[in-house]
Every structure is written in structure tokens, then in C-alpha cells.
């Protein structure tokens, strides 16, 4: 039975949970639980037994561990650990092993006893796996069980390795990986090809005999998932649900994981809320998509049994608040995102002048800028602004090695056939060749191979470019050193970045930017490219008179859009312009048919963009504006929040 919650907030919460602003802060908390344990463990000479994972969401926790034990002597000599899981199978030494993984994180940087150190073993002959798991069971048992497990959550809703499908009372065992967990483990493998199709897990059972258990989750990425298991029913279509049965249990979350629970995106159904203008809109836009009921159609009953009660009592009549929030999404949609010239802009989202405007749009990846916003590019571009393009980064590791060769095969046989062949081309070819006979899943290619792969992206960019109608003065390729230094380091300084990108905003002076503002991975390259930016921004406008007509425009890439609520500038596109910025996305040749890095999502990159601004344009139709073919949408970033 699920567990009595007395708190309006949380009611439709069935397990604890605990919010933090940040993953940094939510971590320290953690590895302050842990280290309270281990210390009260020390004082009765006990054992902490502790169920560790891997992946990216504990490494902050491991980091702090490391440093309490660095810095304020916390000892690990008392302490046992069980990891969740295992790839199988998977040599000690691999990269993509979780003993080489604990190892670099924690076990390496601490006093803990390695013979207390026990991850399941993925090189087990197949015929001795089921007695080393009743083994593992056994050892957790004769311990006493876990004082405390720390768990992440994938986005198939699993725990450890407990793929949907798995029961409540199961132990630890060999399994096969879901199609969508291997997926998203693709990039560590250098492609999906690469992960093995089964792991060493310990069972929902085994979890569930733990004296503690928290399950943490960090950005936006994991906000459905987390809403499923925190607020949804019992299935063993999301192992994580099984969690809501545990008196033991705390999800620890920081705000962006959080943001899909009821409390946070739609807290008027939760409590009674405070209705400022940007939460009246996005409870209106919500309550005309979910009854599938345009705007100007909502009743006083519509909001009246639908949780919004409250609005209607405080701010007036349906009609009333219906038209003000039509209007001011009307008031989003413009054909001149350079500004329309000669005009009161008072209600317009960009001004009228200068008529001409300075105009740079930051691509992290030679293709982002076509991809995401190549419609308003057009159109910037048509209208007549001094438009100008930077790629971020080379793009170079997502070429396949094969158009490498076949790159080199048309350089070679060219010098042939116009007599200036001396060798060098074959000699590159036929090393690359043999490298890459031999090339390791994520092996960093050699420097000579990262530049022909570059100059690949390079070249589809600028025809990009040119079809868009910039000149090639306006075409500018950044290379920004973070991007290959990370291939080699987690430590990355990034302040050479930032002074290279200063230096080409002061030699455009733009009155708009755009740059890409999907956050989802927090250390994804677009992320990474955004923070340069607005570090660049911020401290020009310390010093430089022309930031302060300068505005920042963010676009979301292929696979989400922002939020009808959020949309401060909507550009809508003719079914010509769709065509258009299909063709501009077609010169980006490496890219089609099937990309090295493809996502979880199979349709080809242009068919992702068409059909993103297709439903945008859809759901503005859905709630009573015109119809369109296309919409393209944008958020201006706000330097004084």
C-alpha cells in the first residue's frame, strides 16, 4: 500500500522527495549521509556496508567522498562496497569496465581495503555466472545486508540493470539490456555495435533489503522518468516504481530533474500558488492543449474543473484572461525575426531598428545552425542583414572513418590525374588504413586524421552557408580548443575559448545573437558552447558600448522545442522556406542517412527538424492561432536574471 502523504505539495508523490538547486549541493548532502554512516560505524567498530553505482550521476558524490577523506581524514578502513552491476562481458581493464570506473572516481583516491572491494565480474565463463551471483547474494547477506544504496535511474526507468520486465523480488543475476539502454551507453562504446547486450545486476530484491536507499537523478533529461516512478502506478514496465513499496526510500533530485513532478510543472493542480504572468500563461496554454480546446473557447466551468479555480477567482472571468493570454501569443509570432523596419515594435518581439542589423549565429557543430534555425537563417539572410555564421568546434568526431579513406582515395587519384602526386596522400591514406584495422572502440583518432575529418565538416558548412546566401567573409571557423583538449582531459580551462570569442563579437558588433540553448546535458558540447558565449557577453558588457543594443536569442536543436508558454519569438515558415532549409541541411552530407552519433531516435536529422517545427506550428493551431506549416522558436536570454 502506498504510504499516507498528508502534505498538499506532495500528493501526488508516492516516495520522499528531496530537491535541491543544484546536483553539486544535492551530492555534498549525500556524501554526507554516507560519511555519517561510515563514522557512526567506526565508533561501535562496525562495518559500513555500502551499495555503490556508476555512471556520471554519482561522480560528485564520489568527488566529495575523496575530499572528506583527503581533507578531513574520514577513513574507508571499515567500510565494504557492492557495486550494482556489471557489462557482460567486460575485462577489468577496459575503459568502459566499472572497475576501472571506481577505480579513477573513488577506490583509487582512498584508504578503503581492496579485498573489501566487490563488483561483479564480467569475464565469468558463462556456465559459472549463477553461482558467483548466489555467491554475491550470500556475502551481502553474511554482512548483515546494505547500510545503504545508492542508485541512479535510466531513462527506461531501471535501477541497476532491472530492465523493464523485471520482478519486485528479484536477485542478482545475469540480464539482457534494453535496446534503449544500450543506446544511450553508445557514445562510451564508440556506437551501440559496441555495448554488450547483457550485465550482472543486482536484483530489485536485493536493493529492496538495504536499510537505505537513495535513488538520484540529475537535469532535465531525467524529469519523465522521474515523474513515472515518483508519481506514477506500480509497473514492471519501470522497475523504478517498485521503489514506491520500500519504507526505505529518498529520491534526491536537483531542480531540472524535478521539474516534470506535478509540485513543479503544473502547481496549480498541487496547491494554491502565487499567479504571476509567465504562470497564468503556461496554466491557460496547458488547459486549452489538454481539454483540445482552443483559447478563445475556455469557460469559466473549464477552469473551474480543472484545478484553476483559484485563477479565475483572483484575476476575473475565462474571457477576460482568455484574450490577454491569445494576444500576447499573437503578439510572438513575427515573419521579420531581424526586426520589421518602420514599424511601432512596441508588441513586436524584436525592434525596428536599426533596419540593417549585425547578426551572428554561434553553431556548437558545423551543422546545428541549418538544422535548428536554418528557416530564420533564410530569412535573416532574404531580409537583408550583414548575417554572419561561427561553428563552434570542428564537429570532427562525428565522421565516419570510412569517409576519411574515401576523402584521401579522391585526393590521391586528383594528384595523379593532374600530375602533382609526390607521395604524401598515400602514405597518410595507407597509415590511416591500417589504424584504423586496428582502432579501439572511442580511441582518439591521430591529429593528422581529427584534421581530415574537420576539413569534411568544414567543407559541407560553407556550401551550408552559401546556400543560405552568406558570403564567404561572413563564414567564420572557430575551432575552439576545449573541443579537442577534452578528447584528452576532464580538466579543461576553457578561458582561451572565451578570449577568441570576445574577440570575434567585437569585430562584429551584432545587435542580435543566436546560440543554442539546449541545456538537457549539462556537459554536452551545446552546453559547453552556450557557457563560452555568455561568459564572452558578460564581460564585453563591462566594457564594450555597443552590448547594450546587443540581444541573445536561444534555439533548441532537432530533438525538443521549448515550451509553448516559454516562446518569445515564433517564425513561422511557408511550405518553400521548409524546402529551403531541408536542402541546406542536405549539404551536410556526412550527417544523412545514418550520423556516427544518431541519438535515440532513428529518423534522419532534417526529418527531426521538419517534424519539430511542423508540431510547433500544430500546437499554435491547436490552441486557435493561424495555421502554419512550420514555426521555428526562440527565447531571449535575460542578463539581468
Known amino acids: 500500500m502506498a504510504r499516507l502523504n498528508l502534505l498538499e505539495e506532495t500528493r501526488f508523490e508516492k516516495v520522499p522527495v528531496t530537491v535541491y538547486p543544484t546536483q553539486e549541493e544535492a551530492s555534498i548532502q549525500v556524501a554526507q549521509r554516507i560519511a555519517s554512516l561510515i563514522r557512526g560505524k567506526q565508533a561501535k567498530g562496525e562495518q559500513a556496508v555500502l551499495g555503490l553505482a556508476t555512471g556520471a550521476t554519482p561522480v560528485k558524490v564520489y568527488k566529495e567522498l575523496v575530499r572528506l577523506h583527503k581533507e578531513e581524514g574520514l577513513s574507508f578502513s571499515n567500510v565494504v562496497t557492492f557495486n550494482l552491476d556489471e557489462y557482460y562481458p567486460m575485462q577489468p581493464t577496459a575503459e568502459q569496465s566499472y572497475v576501472v570506473f571506481m577505480n579513477r572516481n573513488l577506490f583509487d583516491h582512498i584508504d578503503i581495503p581492496k579485498v573489501n572491494i566487490n563488483i561483479p565480474d564480467g569475464t565469468l565463463a558463462p556456465e559459472d555466472v549463477q553461482a558467483f551471483c548466489m555467491a554475491y547474494e550470500q556475502k551481502i547477506s553474511s554482512l548483515g545486508g546494505l547500510d545503504i544504496q545508492i542508485l541512479g535511474i535510466g531513462r527506461t526507468g531501471h535501477i541497476g540493470f532491472n530492465e523493464p520486465g523485471s520482478a519486485p523480488n528479484s536477485g542478482t543475476r ?43 537523478a540529475w537535469n532535465e533529461k531525467k524529469a519523465e522518468i522521474v515523474k513515472k516512478a515518483v508519481e506514477g502506478e506500480i509497473s514492471s514496465d519501470i522497475p523504478a516504481t517498485y521503489l514506491q513499496m520500500s519504507d526505505n526510500v529518498e529520491f534526491v533530485l536537483d531542480q531540472d530533474a524535478a521539474s516534470a513532478l506535478t509540485r513543479f510543472n503544473l502547481p496549480w493542480l498541487a496547491h494554491d500558488v502565487e499567479w504571476d504572468d509567465t504562470l497564468v500563461k503556461k496554466a491557460v496554454v496547458w488547459l486549452s492543449l489538454h481539454l483540445d480546446k482552443a483559447i478563445l473557447k475556455l469557460t469559466d466551468d473549464d477552469y473551474n474543473n480543472n484545478g484553476m479555480a483559484q485563477l479565475i477567482t483572483e ?183 572565451i578570449q577568441q570569442t570576445m574577440e570575434l563579437l567585437r569585430q562584429v558588433k551584432p545587435q542580435q545573437v543566436f546560440a543554442a540553448g539546449d541545456f538537457a546535458d549539462p556537459h554536452g558540447t551545446h552546453k559547453v558552447c552556450f557557457d563560452i558565449i555568455l561568459e564572452a557577453l558578460k564581460r564585453l558588457r563591462e566594457t564594450d558600448e555597443w552590448t547594450k543594443d546587443c540581444w541573445l536569442w536561444l534555439y533548441r536543436g532537432a530533438w525538443h522545442e521549448y515550451p509553448i508558454h516559454e516562446i518569445e519569438m515564433a517564425v513561422p515558415l511557408s511550405p518553400q522556406e521548409v524546402k529551403r532549409k531541408r536542402l541546406a541541411i542536405f549539404k551536410h552530407q556526412s550527417q544523412k542517412d545514418l550520423p556516427v552519433f544518431p541519438g535515440d531516435d532513428p529518423r534522419e536529422f532534417w526529418v527531426r527538424a521538419e517534424d519539430r517545427t511542423s508540431e510547433t506550428a500544430g500546437l499554435y493551431h491547436q490552441l486557435g492561432l493561424a495555421n502554419y506549416e512550420a514555426i521555428e522558436a526562440f527565447v531571449r536570454w535575460n542578463f539581468d536574471k
Open 174 to 216: 545475469l540480464v539482457t539490456l534494453d535496446d534503449l539502454t544500450r543506446r544511450d551507453a553508445s557514445r562510451d562504446f564508440g556506437g551501440k555495435e559496441n555495448v554488450p547486450t547483457k550485465a550482472i545486476t543486482m536484483g530489485v530484491g536485493t536493493i529492496f533489503k538495504a536499510k537505505e536507499i537513495v535513488l538520484m
Open 315 to 497: 484575476q476575473g472571468t475565462a474571457y477576460s484572461i482568455n484574450i490577454r493570454i491569445f494576444n500576447e501569443l499573437q503578439r510572438t509570432i513575427t515573419g521579420w525575426p531581424g526586426g520589421k523596419p518602420g514599424v511601432d515594435d512596441s508588441n513586436r518581439p524584436e525592434r525596428a531598428e536599426p533596419a540593417r542589423k549585425n547578426v551572428i549565429l554561434f553553431s556548437p557543430h558545423p551543422d546545428d545552425d541549418v538544422i535548428s534555425m536554418g528557416g530564420t537563417f533564410i530569412r535573416l539572410a532574404d531580409q537583408g542583414h550583414n548575417v554572419h555564421v561561427a561553428y563552434q568546434t570542428s564537429g570532427n568526431t562525428a565522421v565516419w572513418d570510412d569517409d576519411v579513406l574515401r576523402y584521401l582515395e579522391f585526393v590521391q587519384d586528383f594528384a595523379v590525374a593532374v600530375e602533382d602526386d609526390n607521395g604524401v596522400t598515400r602514405k597518410i591514406y595507407d597509415d590511416s588504413r591500417e589504424f584504423f584495422k586496428v582502432k579501439k572502440p572511442n580511441q582518439v583518432d591521430p591529429e593528422i586524421v581529427r584534421t581530415i575529418k574537420g576539413l569534411i565538416r568544414k567543407g559541407e558548412a560553407i556550401a551550408g552557408a552559401r546556400f543560405v546566401g552568406l558570403p564567404d567573409e561572413n563564414i567564420h571557423f572557430m575551432d575552439l580548443p576545449f573541443y579537442d583538449r577534452g578528447k584528452f582531459s576532464k580538466e579543461i580551462d576553457f578561458e582561451d575559448d
